[in-house]
């Protein structure tokens, strides 16, 4: 399969401690061990890899991979993970989040094995001639985007990099769900009493702005 099929997570050994993960390497994590099938994503964080278990369950997974940082708090992937692992915790199921699979801590950087999901939104917009969506099927991606940004704000999160990149639709049989995606620069926007703080500053117009962007239908 193509990497442009997914949207976007020094080794010499098998076990790779480096940053330079090689296709076909395998890489142990704290239930499995996992082998690395192509990198599929790359951003200042790291890069996100396409990997299969093995003893392979039939199934493949995106393996997320982050440099290790001085300071632990400025992680993106562990802010990631804390989210990740908040949604899964809620009663009811979350449909529009992906899971954690599996996780590791090496010398020099930390990963999270999680579910696998296919292409983004902004890559299916940009197959299409025009790029743009019919209006029935904006609107049922628009819901389901609002779904997902309303069950991150229940949680007291705000995701704060709300773009067509950062959603992205599942694999088979899961292609009608769309999932949210990359919480890294994710803040919490509640207090220890579940009570709202202040805003740092006003933006008028935001979302309004953001929507237009996202959702361009044809005349």
């Known amino acids: 399969m193509s990497a442009s099929k997914y949207a976007k997570i020094t080794t010499s050994a098998d ?23 192509e990198k599929i994503g790359q951003g200042g ?42 949604m899964a915790s809620q009663p009811v199921e979350n449909s529009h989040f ?33 790029p743009v969506f019919s209006i029935r099927t904006g609107f049922g991606v628009a819901i389901q985007c609002l779904e997902c940004i309303q069950e991150l704000h229940k949680v007291g999160f705000i995701h704060r990099d709300i773009k067509p990149g950062n959603f992205a639709i599942g694999l088979p049989p899961k292609t009608h769900v769309i999932y949210i995606l990359d919480f890294g620069i994710a803040r919490k926007f509640t207090n220890e009493n579940n009570v709202v703080k202040g805003p740092r500053c006003q933006v008028s117009g935001f979302t309004f702005h953001i929507l237009l962007g996202f959702f361009k239908f044809p005349p």
């Open 15 to 37: 076990d790779g401690d480096g940053m330079d993960i090689e296709p076909g390497q395998f890489v142990s994590c704290k239930t499995a061990k996992y082998v690395v099938d």
């Open 45 to 86: 964080y790291g890069a996100v890899y396409r990997v299969h278990a093995d003893p392979s369950d039939g199934k493949e997974y995106a393996m997320k991979v982050e440099q290790k940082l001085e300071r632990r708090e400025h992680s993106k992937l562990n802010m990631e993970m804390h989210i990740l692992k908040l």
């Open 98 to 130: 992906t899971k954690i699979i599996d996780r590791a801590k090496k010398d020099n950087f930390f990963l999270i094995v999680m579910t696998l999901v296919g292409e983004s939104l902004a890559d299916l917009k940009r197959e299409r001639s025009p």
